[in-house]
């Protein structure tokens, strides 16, 4: 069965770095997919963070995080990353990995949208304290 697992979550002070990984398995790669980050906090909707497309690296990111966190493809290892730094209380959230999906653009500004990736994790969590 085609899956993909996540790792690295743990509890962090506001400030510090935190460095997730997503890997593939079952057969799964991420060879010519576009692969996602995307989080869920308790109450609230889940967000589209960061994805990128394979193998042209096309990058999307959300506002939120843009000039924090990093999505990178580690193309010999077929894994994918989330690098995040300066972390805010905000950041805390269930973070997810997905594949499958695609970036679109709305007129200049490209877009990524959770409901178009089909494989997903079970999720690794993020917590931020002051």
């Known amino acids: 069965q085609e899956q993909v697992a996540e790792s690295g979550g743990g509890v962090v002070q506001s400030g510090e770095s935190l460095s997730l990984s997503c890997i593939p398995s079952g057969g799964l790669t991420f060879g010519g997919s576009t692969v996602g980050w995307f989080r869920q906090a308790p109450g609230k909707e889940r967000e589209e963070i960061a994805c990128?497309?394979?193998?042209?690296?096309?990058?999307y990111y959300a506002e939120s995080v843009k000039g924090r966190f990093t999505i990178v493809r580690n193309n010999p290892q077929n894994t994918l990353s989330l690098q995040m730094k300066d972390l805010k209380r905000e950041d805390t959230a269930m973070y997810y990995c997905?594949?499958?999906?695609?970036?679109?653009?709305?007129?200049?500004?490209?877009?990524?949208?959770?409901?178009?990736?089909?494989?997903w994790g079970q999720g690794t969590q993020v917590t931020v304290s002051s």
């Open positions: 997905a594949t499958g999906g695609r970036i679109d653009y709305v007129g200049a500004s490209r877009i990524c949208r959770a409901e178009d990736f089909d494989v």
């Open positions: 990128i497309t394979w193998p042209d690296g096309l990058t």
